[in-house]
């Protein structure tokens, strides 16, 4: 369209209004839907009137009549025209004018961004052209970031400095149309006029600043589509974009992610808005509140204003508050700051053409878990991994979920305690309930699936398989270790979860069963104890006296693990009884077997000899091999402490043959740390060098990390006998990193064993064979 004169251009409006069959007040209405202020009474008098009016006034009617983006510059070209001379006909392209300088001022308070800030400055500062993307989650601080670089910089944009807040992620309205943008740039930069197309415009702002340098910041980009036209591409000039998203589609010549604050730099921050002497006074509280705001200047900045609002009100009161997860949102909010509306502001972005990662983001935040995998999710959604990789693709390039490496990802604390308030308000309760099932089935089947991989002897529960794309990942024991060793704290926490609901009681009970041996042999003692409290107690639930009877077995073992000898001892007598009222024979041999053991740590050596030699009968007597040769070993174990090191020896290789014959790799690693211990107390020094460092091959293909330390501190003691001190010592050196948290009593022993230079420990660190 085109008016030659403003008598002309109003016509055109009032002939808009009157097509478009809206009312003054309809038209009011749209134009507050869509973010802009257009009341009934100001439509009237603007087209009434014979003046130009206001050129928000021309895009609010605009937009509310749905006039397409590519017609509105037409009309905003006219209006242009009209503004600047009146009359019709080309306006000079540019007319002199003030070097343009729209830049708001920097943050009060700046504090620790500088590394990052300099290498944001080092690339504006370049004399090529450079576009740098500055993105990360609301709220972390990258307007900041921009801005104090931007006026760093500015002296050396001869050709002035621009800025636009691009709205994307802004309450009540939409995004910015870059047509309107470049109309301001434009006229910023002297031209009378903009060209009718959006190509055109910006055709002419990149002409306006190719010769001189010009420094444009584009603040809250919501997709790169919408800043390409915005881009200044003259030699000297700088283009610094901060979004949300990542903009992956965007050419960019640097990226530079923000992330959280360090704990000392949040500290000074919220120092600086409250007062240091605060912070000397109660650093415990400062300390608190540090770790609930994750990092985030947002919260700090909240926290600080707060505060500072109240001098009176000691800081502590403020951490207790926050302490509690149901109302930390609402404390992260003052005046128009505020975490819960920054967050919104992301969500409501992601209802576009699928609702599908909203619905994850919700969901994800109802399990206790830490981080989760792509197949972890489809379980929770109900739906293909595929789709589920999609949905957290779409997460992850929002800033509202945290990549956590080995495609895994996790929530900021702020964003998971939002995500929950949204899977409470929209998810029903029935529907939450339903995909935590959902996961706590899927996290069972794909945990047997692994343990079957690395444990094939041992009698686990029967499930379902694991759908094609979760099973997909477990090509061999490798990948079956990787698994466990991610998820057995995600599996205990959801277990936990499920327990106090009293849901997936069945699933519950069998973790245990299924993870003791993976937990056992890696160490994770306090693990293995929860996961057989937890599995004890979903067993009772379910009325499930033999599953009781089977989960307290495995709780005794942990206890025995951690050194409570006497509690482990009382449960298996216990359990010993009901094994032998229920006829039970093999469960009845598991715990002599276990009992045995027990008994040979108090140093009970008679009774543990006869309790292992029961349970010897009953395996030989139900034609079970595989337990013949565990507790075969276990016996030996009894004989060494007892210094019978020749019939420990032969007990030892009566059941690695059979160990071998059956070809458990895993319990060959056991048995052979547990040979070479033997040998090293008995003085063959050599013999027990080789068998720990067979020992030391097994343990390690099974990750058997206590294992492993043990292999270690055989070879070290049988190098030091041997005189080999410099190999002694770098063995000593391997079983203190890797017993310190596995086996402390052995740990202990080596330490001390290394302070002295002895040449053995004399340690019996051994590795018994549960039943």
């Avoid at 949040?266 to 609930?292: M, N, Q």
């Avoid at 319990?667 to 008995?682: C, H, I, P, S, Y």
């Amino acid at each position: 369209m085109t008016a030659a004169t403003t008598e002309e251009f109003l016509a055109l409006l009032r002939r808009l209004r009157a097509r478009s069959g809206l009312t003054y007040r309809a038209i009011a209405r749209r134009a507050a839907d869509h973010g802009d202020a257009l009341p009934a009474s100001t439509l009237a008098t603007m087209l009434q009137r014979s003046t130009l009016p206001r050129r928000e006034l021309v895009v609010a009617l605009l937009r509310a009549c749905d006039v397409p983006r590519e017609r509105r510059g037409a009309w905003l070209a006219s209006w242009e025209r009209l503004a600047g001379d009146g009359a019709a006909g080309p306006a000079p392209v540019k007319a002199p004018h003030a070097v343009p300088f729209q830049l708001p001022p920097p943050p009060a308070v700046f504090i620790g961004r500088a590394d990052l800030a300099s290498r944001l400055a080092a690339a504006a500062n370049a004399r090529e052209h450079a576009v740098c993307v500055i993105e990360g989650p609301a709220g972390i601080g990258k307007s900041a970031l921009a801005l104090q670089v931007a006026h760093a910089v500015a002296a050396r944009h001869r050709g002035g400095c621009l800025h636009a807040d691009l709205r994307g992620a802004s309450a009540g309205v939409g995004p910015a149309d870059p047509a309107e943008v470049l109309a301001r740039f434009l006229r910023a930069l002297g031209a009378r006029s903009a060209p009718a197309s959006l190509e055109e415009a910006a055709a002419q702002f990149r002409t306006l600043t190719a010769a001189e340098g010009v420094l444009v910041v584009l603040d809250n980009a919501a997709s790169a589509a919408q800043v390409r036209p915005l881009l200044a591409a003259g030699p000297g000039c700088t283009t610094l974009v901060t979004s949300r998203w990542k903009l992956p589609d965007l050419d960019a010549t640097h990226r530079f992610p923000v992330g959280p604050l360090p704990d000392d730099a949040a500290v000074e921050l919220l120092g600086r808005l409250c007062g240091p002497e605060r912070l000397r006074a109660e650093r415990a509280a400062v300390d608190a509140i540090v770790h609930r705001c994750g990092g985030l200047p947002l919260a700090l900045r909240i926290v600080g204003a707060r505060a500072a609002a109240r001098p009176d009100s000691g800081l502590a009161r403020f951490a207790e508050r926050m302490c509690d997860e149901g109302r930390r949102l609402d404390e992260l909010a003052i005046g128009d700051l505020s975490v819960r509306a920054s967050l919104q502001l992301g969500y409501r972005a992601l209802s576009g053409d699928s609702r599908l990662p909203a619905r994850l983001f919700r969901l994800m935040a109802v399990p206790d878990w830490a981080d989760a995998a792509a197949p972890e999710c489809a379980a929770l959604l109900g739906g293909t991994v595929a789709e589920a990789e999609q949905a957290v693709d779409t997460l992850v390039d929002a800033h509202l979920l945290e990549p956590a490496g080995d495609g895994r990802y996790r929530f900021h604390d702020t964003v998971r305690l939002f995500a929950r308030e949204r899977a409470e308000a929209t998810e029903p309760a029935a529907e939450r309930a339903a995909a935590l099932d959902r996961l706590m089935g899927h996290l069972r089947a794909v945990a047997t699936t692994a343990a079957r991989m690395l444990y094939p002897h041992d009698d686990l529960p029967s499930v379902d398989a694991p759908e094609a794309g979760a099973a997909a990942r477990l090509t061999g024991k490798a990948e079956a270790l990787a698994w466990l060793d991610r998820e057995y704290r995600n599996l205990l926490a959801v277990a936990r979860q499920q327990l106090a609901a009293g849901l997936s009681l069945t699933e519950v009970r069998d973790l245990a069963l299924v993870v003791y041996r993976f937990v056992e042999s890696s160490g994770y003692i306090a693990a293995q104890e929860q996961f057989g409290r937890l599995a004890v107690a979903a067993a009772e639930l379910l009325g499930d006296h033999a599953g009781a009877v089977s989960t307290r077995n495995v709780l005794a073992v942990a206890l025995l693990r951690d050194g409570r000898l006497d509690e482990g001892i009382e449960i298996l007598e216990r359990n010993l009884i009901a094994q032998r009222e229920r006829g039970d024979r093999a469960g009845e041999a598991s715990c002599l077997n276990n009992l045995g053991n027990a008994l040979r740590d108090k140093g009970d050596t008679a009774a543990a000899l006869r309790h292992l030699r029961a349970s010897l009968a009953i395996r030989r007597e139900l034609g079970d091999r595989h337990k013949e040769g565990s507790v075969l070993d276990n016996l030996g174990l009894v004989y060494q402490l007892t210094g019978q090191y020749g019939l420990a020896v032969e007990h030892h290789l009566a059941g690695l043959a059979i160990t071998r014959e059956l070809e458990d790799r895993h319990r060959e690693g056991f048995m052979l740390v547990n040979l070479a211990e033997t040998l090293q107390l008995a003085g063959d020094h050599e013999a027990a060098a080789e068998q720990a460092a067979n020992a030391l091959i097994l343990c390690r293909e099974f990750n058997h990390r206590r294992g492993v330390g043990l292999a270690h501190r055989v070879l070290g003691d049988a190098c030091a006998a041997l005189g080999r001190a410099t190999e002694a010592d770098e063995h000593r050196r391997r079983a203190l990193e890797l017993l310190a948290d596995t086996d402390q009593e052995a740990w202990s022993t080596v330490r001390t064993a290394t302070r002295a230079a002895l040449p053995s420990s004399g340690c019996r660190s051994r590795l018994p064979h549960p039943g």
